[in-house]
């Protein structure tokens, strides 16, 4: 695809820092950068967002611009990656914030989701459940925010070993959640 002289111009001065030249551009490709990123967010304020984030980016890599054989390609490509990092942040926030809980043996809140002490109550119960010594290290670093090697100088053992029980009482937690009919993943029961 070639480039129109006039558009070519414009991101050989941007390239070399001129700011008129940038705002031009900027008004040559919202019309056309805009429905693009509607047409797949379908939000307006996403797609304000994204046009923001992307002229920042164009600013901030404008000395990359004269090796580039289509910047306005380039331009359309970091708009549809922003706008793909959206629908899959958007998928990612429905598919694992939202809690499913089975139909007959586990309690609702009024939306249709598990209430959230029932579900503190099943992360007690399996915690619970662990051996002495990963309820141990899993209370360090959870309830009182130790870090792994805190948690191993402390209870003199390798960090390795720490990582390792802890990964396994994650598991045994999830595992005693789903057999409670509960799917429900947070980030907060998987990062250490």
Known sequence: ?????NERFLFRLVAE???????SLFNLFLPRLY?????????EGEAQEIIQETFIKLWLNRDKLADMENPGGWLFRVASNRSYDYLRAQALNNKFFR???????TPHAPDGGLDAKELQRLIGEAIQTLP???KKIYLM???QGKTIPEIAA????????????LVTSLKHIREYLARHGVIYLIFSLFIF
């Open 35 to 43: 429905p693009f990123i509607i047409k797949l967010t379908r939000s």
């Open 141 to 143: 670093s959870r309830e």
């Open 1 to 5: 695809m070639n480039l129109p002289d």
């Open 132 to 134: 002495a010594q990963r």
């Open 17 to 23: 820092g001129n700011e008129q030249a940038f705002t």
């Open 154 to 165: 402390v209870l003199n053992i390798s960090p390795h070993t720490v990582k390792n029980t």
């Open 99 to 105: 809690p499913i809980a089975a139909e007959h043996d």
